[in-house]
């Protein structure tokens, strides 16, 4: 059973550039949240979308959007890229039994903007 | 407003001997989880032990427990007979919300065991 995966590994764009990162949930997971991780910081969350809408949003200006798929999968975009961007972005998913309170998260996808 | 706060910024133990991670949180919500997540050098956050506010005994799983202290908002992070591998970064969390769940973390602390 494939757990959450991330897509790239790494990426390196120049400042004023446009992202797009690249999430699948684990199996059985319906709900994708996106988090940023500073160096040496936790990560802060950016949004979370279920049923391919966006249901709650963290402190993140409008450069970073997002979507999710009728497969559960999700898109994290981020335009006009700032030195600041450069990050871990971390994807987590949740089960769809609510009973369970786990997030489950990816290997994260290293950005580095130049 | 949801914090936690990790005051350890890293910690050492020796290989065999128990440790413990501090993690006080503020919340005004009377529903709330409280979550610990191990970071390697890799990246990937993964999931180590999880108490709920309602839950009256404290969370374990393994090498883990989870020492909850509700009346002074603190959920300490114990680990018995500390491995080498155990050497990474921790992180505290809260759920917060209801419905749609996100986590706050804290700011992290470094195990580093030593043999």
């Known amino acids: 059973d494939a757990g959450v995966t991330q897509s790239p590994t790494h990426l390196i764009k120049t400042r004023g550039q446009q992202v797009t990162l690249r999430c699948s949930p684990k199996?059985?997971?319906?709900?994708v949240s996106w988090y940023q991780q500073a160096l040496g910081q936790g990560p802060q969350f950016i949004f979370q979308?279920?049923?391919?809408?966006?249901?709650q949003r963290g402190n993140f200006p409008d450069r970073f959007s997002g979507h999710q798929f009728p497969n559960y999968s999700s898109e994290l975009n981020v335009n006009a890229l700032l030195l600041g961007d450069s990050a871990l972005y971390l994807c987590?998913?949740?089960?769809?039994?609510?009973?369970?309170?786990?997030?489950?998260f990816g290997p994260g996808t290293r950005l580095t903007v130049t | 407003a949801q914090k936690i706060t990790q005051t350890q910024p890293g910690m050492f133990v020796q290989e065999k001997e128990a440790v413990t991670l501090d993690c006080t949180y503020d919340t005004s919500d009377q529903s709330y989880g409280l979550f610990w997540y191990k970071q390697p050098s890799s990246g990937e956050m993964i999931f180590l032990i999880y108490?709920?506010?309602?839950?009256?005994q404290n969370a374990t799983e393994g090498r883990y427990s989870l020492n909850f202290q509700k009346a002074r908002k603190s959920a300490n992070l114990v680990i018995s007979a500390s491995q080498l591998g155990d050497s990474a970064m921790y992180f505290c969390?809260?759920?917060?919300?209801?419905?749609?769940?996100?986590?706050?973390f804290g700011t992290g602390t470094r195990l580093l065991v030593s043999p």
């Open positions: 108490q709920g506010s309602y839950d009256e």
């Open positions: 199996s059985g997971h319906d709900t």
């Open positions: 979308y279920y049923e391919e809408e966006e249901r």
């Open positions: 969390a809260m759920r917060v919300g209801t419905g749609f769940q996100k986590l706050v």
């Open positions: 987590a998913s949740r089960p769809r039994d609510r009973s369970s309170y786990e997030q489950y």
